[in-house]
T-cell receptor, first 111, second 115 residues
């Protein structure tokens, strides 16, 4: 079946790097995504990676994909207090735009 | 980037009333819109997929008579929670896509509280 797992909480100090991990079950997913949700708000697409890539870097964000282990991670360099939010990974097992989300990782950044 | 507007952002209603939530794509034509529900501290659960001009496809366990979805135009989809009850209280989010490509654009969500 389709399942996406994430750890629920992560706490880091400002300036440190944050690494949020995600595992998924459907190896047919073409794209994998990271979304950010701030309190009381909708979702913001942070970045995505195509399944034939191992890594994608976008400014402070680095996405690593281990397709063999079905493991996805998001690294935020120089984490700021404004990065405090819930981060969701998601996959599209059947394409067509339908997303399966993980439970979300609540990132807390302490000054 | 593309903008999806969702309205209202917050609604409080009495049990038994119906609530309509609108989702509009402001600067693009959305052939497909999705409706998600999010419980506190939980992930988003896809409720239904809505294609313009056709009936919505509901996920297993979602009552289609309870959650009415209308996608009458390429820029507007509505979700109506009929005869709302306290257990329907949740955060509802819509998203839209132009084609079945990789990018989904999300609305800002609607917090529904049923008293």
């Amino acid at each position: 079946g389709e399942d996406v797992e994430q750890s629920l909480f992560l706490s880091v100090r400002e300036g440190d790097s944050s690494v949020i991990n995600c595992t998924y079950t459907d190896s047919s997913s073409t794209y994998l995504y990271w979304y950010k949700q701030e309190p009381g708000a909708g979702l913001q697409l942070l970045t995505y990676i195509f399944s034939n890539m191992d890594m994608k870097q976008d400014q402070r964000l680095t996405v690593l994909l281990n397709k063999k282990d079905k493991h996805l991670s998001l690294r935020i360099a120089d984490t700021q207090t404004g990065d405090s939010a819930i981060y969701f990974c998601a996959e599209t097992p059947n394409q067509g735009g339908k997303l399966i989300f993980g439970q979300g990782t609540e990132l807390s950044v302490k000054p | 980037g593309a903008v999806v507007s969702q309205h209202p952002s917050r609604v409080i209603c009495k049990s038994g009333t119906s609530v309509k939530i609108e989702c509009r794509s402001l600067d693009f034509q959305a052939t497909t819109m999705f409706w998600y529900r999010q419980f506190p501290k939980k992930s988003l659960m896809l409720m239904a997929t809505s294609n313009e001009g056709s009936k919505a496809t509901y996920e297993q366990g979602v009552e289609k008579d309870k959650f009415l979805i209308n996608h009458a135009s390429l820029t507007l989809s509505t979700l109506t929670v009929t005869s709302a009850h306290p257990e329907d209280s949740s955060f509802y989010i819509c998203s839209a896509t132009v084609t079945t490509n990789e990018k989904l654009f999300f609305g800002s969500g609607t917090q529904l509280s049923v008293l």
